[in-house]
């Protein structure tokens, strides 16, 4: 078993090998199924100059909004920011790179970056500012532009459950970007909430096969909730 | 009188049929939830990767790792599924949603949409925007017809930069019910109590209007 | 509930509005996962001219391959085929045209297909007969070829488990193609061995959700077995 | 003496390293399953939708809804997971497996191959290995030196219409291990018995000998 146990003990082990200017492509849908732990190493390391792709970028004390203060984040391929005050400092002044990509676009790109598709035609961003520098095509009298596929350096992922070969199972809307992200990280590192034993998860029902894992920590969680909304009063109160 | 937002989610509710997926965009479009008719039965699509949202939770039944696309807390209904976020916008992009709803700051007689940037204030993000109005074929979008100030928000051309090109046929605003083909704007139905000229008054683009214009019905 | 349910209770029902010269896309992988009962109500109705969109073609008396006696199937999009005599016969006589597509471009085409996707980049084929007429470009100094997706008038499936809304588990390797096809159909017929109560299957195990299927007949299976091969004797006998 | 068809499986298989997925093709390659070393684990992806292939069945296991991408029955090792052939794919395509091992009818000093198709013969069709060729980094092919007549599988260039382009750099014949670069075969390794000049004389292709080559070792 030693070859496919992708178990680490350590967060440092974890991250081990990212160094500044690399690519992190990281799960999580707002703070949903973020690698929180995974984020908070990061942090620790202090590398800077990174790329990071997510659909969102956090909030100010929690998830990748936590690499904005010591200005670690060069640049965020996003469909939807600004959800802290920082982001928007950093934004305004020029200090952050933006990419606002359509979050349809952004999960279909790092799909084909971990399918070997190097780029494909969608509708999507059509006749809007996405298109701009695009090649633009038509299929059967409809309009689309070419978009290009992501990979990065690291991927990290946030899993509910693994086997130690890094079988994965997500958990309700957790599951999010995690699957597409796993596969397009060169080192794609994973931290679950339980490891089980191999041969305890049903092989029909894996999410993500373990080809696509290469280092897996089981780590404990706050799970911070963006807006606890419950039925009684029906009203959003943002945390 | 003009709609109110809960009117404008009542009034967009009718346009459901029985075994509809609808994906309903933030703001107005999430109320229509509310004012789905007790004899049919629709399922809700939410773009992070959940079929079949249930309604908002009990304290007791809040999970973190359940949320819809606007990051609140949900449940599932019966028959729901959760997928990823490719296999939810191949779900988009492929046609398979029934209706889409969503906001916008401006729509225009030729069916473009402007509706997640104001150049000069700070941009989010279009989200998941982009991909629906691209990949639906049945759309309806819910705003006021004009700002506060009277400035109409249906044009001949939208002045913002575009979430899609061309994919817009319908629109609810709080005055009127309206198609766009032809590179018109066809005036459906008024909101009760609201004339076609108030709406004449409020409509940039290009307006046709049928000799009759009926009230909205609720 | 009426509004998605998919249930229907006769074959003639499930391929109702099947007419001569449609597309149909099966899945299924040799004799493995096939919607054996539809295609043989395909038999039944004698419809003619049809192209077929499946990774093979069933053997001589059974699967797709039913569908050669009578000189149903004009055209074949497929990887492997000629398992069987008259499939042979016929292709070689110029009455069958026959599109080859390697495996899992054509996988990757009906899921473009279903996920409006019109186009995609793939180095697979690039350099040899399946690239002729088609776009090649360079990404990051590698070649590929531009290969367009597929859509079908229907696609017919074959499921272990579904809900009457239509959603679907698979088992082991029957799932092959079958999630791909069924997100490619206009009219999308899925067959399966059980129907179980809405709200029985967990959501995060569905692997096809409701939302692809159109119709849905429970059916018994021969599954028939294209090469038996046993421990003891490691020696496959064909059947 | 040139290698029999378990001795060609019985070398790849040194070329096994713990932990690698390993693609098997059909034929030859299928074989090599049989010569894994004790002290390493391989998982084995079949095409079709497996990763974690195992033996095959008994008779009491076998299951029509498990087989590998030869069609023969088989079973899940520990640990197995299953998944669609568009994942199965991208898996292979994306250059996820770490050693692919397939047969051929012909390479050449470029790196090309062909393998699906003799013109004038019945073409059944490429089914995954055009994939496989150009999705995996390292790929070993194994093949006959030469046809039964002495005609050289190993050329200058293929005749045959291709499987792949420029993307062979090793492969394993019953005389020879070969690497290919920078337009020529490349002598590694020769059959126990077997002579530099029995292989030149069936290596059509440029051949680059270094001074020594030595026996493969089992």
Redesign the interface.
Same mark, same amino acid.
């Given at each position: 078993?030693?070859?496919?146990d992708k178990v680490v003990t350590s967060y440092a082990e974890a991250m081990a090998g990212l160094t500044d200017n690399m690519t992190v492509i990281a799960g999580g849908?707002?703070?949903?199924?973020i690698p929180e732990n995974l984020i908070n190493e990061i942090k620790h390391k202090g590398t800077k100059g990174l790329t990071l792709v997510s659909?969102n970028c956090g909030v100010d004390d929690f998830g990748l909004g936590v690499l904005l203060p010591n200005r670690q984040i060069k640049k965020i391929i996003?469909? $939807?920011?600004?959800?802290n005050a920082e982001f928007?400092r950093q934004m305004?002044a020029g200090e952050l790179e933006?990419e606002?990509t359509?979050?349809?676009?952004?999960?279909?790109k790092?799909?084909?970056?971990?399918?070997?598709?190097?780029?494909?035609?969608?509708?999507?961003?059509?006749?809007?500012?996405?298109a701009i520098g695009k090649e633009e095509r038509q299929?059967?009298g409809?309009?689309?532009i070419l978009e290009?596929s992501i990979t990065g350096d690291f991927a990290i992922i946030k899993a509910?459950k693994a086997?130690r $070969?890094g079988?994965l199972?997500?958990?309700?809307?957790?599951?999010?970007?995690?699957?597409?992200a796993a596969?397009a990280g060169k080192i794609t590192v994973v931290e679950v909430e339980e490891i089980v034993a191999?041969?305890e998860l049903d092989?029909?029902?894996?999410?993500t096969?373990?080809? $696509?894992v290469d280092r897996l920590i089981q780590g404990t969680f706050e799970?911070?909730?963006?807006?606890?909304?419950?039925?009684?009063s029906?009203v959003?109160t943002g945390e | 009188m003009a709609l109110s937002r809960e009117q404008i989610a009542q009034r967009v509710a009718q346009e459901l049929q029985d075994g509809y997926y609808v994906n309903l965009g933030i703001g107005i479009p999430t109320l229509v939830a509310n004012f789905i008719p007790d004899n049919i039965n629709v399922m809700l699509q939410s773009e992070n990767g959940l079929l079949g949202m249930g309604q908002f939770p009990s304290e007791e039944e809040i999970d973190a790792d359940l949320i819809n696309a606007g990051k609140q807390t949900v449940t599932m209904a019966k028959g729901a599924s959760i997928f990823d976020s490719a296999e939810s916008f191949a779900m988009i992009r492929g046609g398979h949603v029934d209706l889409t709803v969503l906001g916008a700051f401006e729509v225009d007689v030729n069916g473009n949409i402007a509706s997640y940037m104001i150049p000069g204030k700070l941009i989010k993000g279009m989200g998941g925007a982009m991909d629906l109005v691209a990949g639906a074929d049945n759309i309806i979008v819910t705003m006021t017809h004009a700002s506060k100030h009277g400035v109409s928000k249906l044009l001949s051309n939208c002045t913002l930069p575009l979430t899609g090109k061309g994919c817009i046929k319908r629109v609810l605003t709080d005055l009127a019910f309206i198609e766009i083909k032809d590179g018109k704007f066809h005036l459906l139905e008024r909101a009760p109590g609201v004339s076609v000229e108030d709406i004449i008054k409020l409509t940039e683009g290009e307006l046709a209007i049928p000799v009759n214009v009926p009230e909205m019905q609720f």
């Open positions: 078993m030693a070859g496919f849908f707002g703070l949903c199924g659909n996003a469909s $939807y920011v600004g959800e928007e305004m933006v606002l359509p979050q349809g676009t952004l999960a279909e790092m799909r084909a970056g971990g399918a070997g598709i190097p780029a494909f035609f969608t509708a999507t961003g059509f006749g809007t500012p996405v299929f059967n409809r309009h689309y290009e509910w086997d $070969y079988n199972v997500f958990r309700k809307t957790a599951r999010n970007f995690n699957p597409l596969t191999v041969g092989p029909d029902q894996i999410h096969p373990g080809i $696509y799970k911070r909730i963006e807006q606890r909304t419950v039925r009684s029906s959003a | -």
